[in-house]
């Protein structure tokens, strides 16, 4: 692995059973090291600067951030950390926007047994590891201020998608922003391909797990 050394890891994750069970899993084998471990994004960039770890394991959503708005940064200053990112859920806009904000790795919660061994093993080779992603390397949406993502989403269409994740109906959008109710399903409809998502519910997972509907104060409720 590390020439010959256990390879050196941090995991942050907010639900502290799976935290502890990914540490379990792999530090019981000898061939990884805990140096540190957190639950919210504003503990990570001091966590990661202070141990100097092999690998950053950071799930996307922890608390009401997105974990994916750090690695820009991490990338940065640390350029010798492989950051590999997990998430619950299993679609190519977690990939694409995991790939656009720079990560080396991506695994989903239900692979974490045999995926994370795999993806630590590729990053520390120096390779890039996501999955069955059937070669899909497009940018995708992550929200304003943060780099490291290529938009996706034209202005209307992250107003609607904000919208729909707020619960609110396709009526009501179009009534909110002056526009027809045949636009507001033409925009919900471009946002999903252009993510790569096939349902309204599928959409609304991944904007709340990447943090898409932050800085949306303005919004009515």
């Known amino acids: 692995m590390a020439e010959g050394r256990a390879v050196r890891l941090v995991v ?29 994004v504003s503990e990570i960039a001091e966590l990661v600067h202070r141990t100097r770890p092999d690998v950053a ?33 299993d679609a ?32 520390m080779a120096g390779r890039d590891y996501f999955g069955d992603d059937r070669g899909d390397r497009g940018g995708a949406y992550l929200p304003p ?9 034209a ?20 009534a909110r922003l002056g526009i027809s109710i045949k636009s507001v399903e033409s925009y919900r409809a471009r946002s999903m391909q252009k993510l790569g998502l096939s349902t309204r519910v599928d959409l609304v997972r991944y904007a709340l797990e990447v943090g898409l509907i932050g800085g949306d104060e303005q919004l009515d409720e």
């Open 92 to 123: 190519p806009a977690f990939r694409r926007s995991a790939r656009a904000a720079g990560a080396h790795g991506f695994v989903t919660k239900r692979d974490a047994d045999t995926g994370l061994p795999l993806a630590i093993r590729a990053v």
């Open 145 to 153: 201020g943060r780099s490291g993502g290529v938009p996706a989403l």
């Open 57 to 89: 394991l950071i799930d996307i959503r922890l608390g009401q951030d997105s974990g994916l708005a750090v690695v820009p940064a991490l990338r940065k200053t640390c350029p010798e950390v492989r950051i590999i990112i997990v998430t619950m859920y």
């Open 12 to 40: 942050v994750d907010d639900h502290s059973l799976f935290r502890r069970g990914v540490i379990d899993l792999l530090c019981s084998s000898g061939e990884y090291e805990l140096v540190g471990e957190a639950e919210s």
């Open 155 to 174: 202005d209307r269409e992250l107003e609607v998608v904000r919208y729909i994740v707020r619960g609110h109906t396709n009526r009501s959008i179009a």
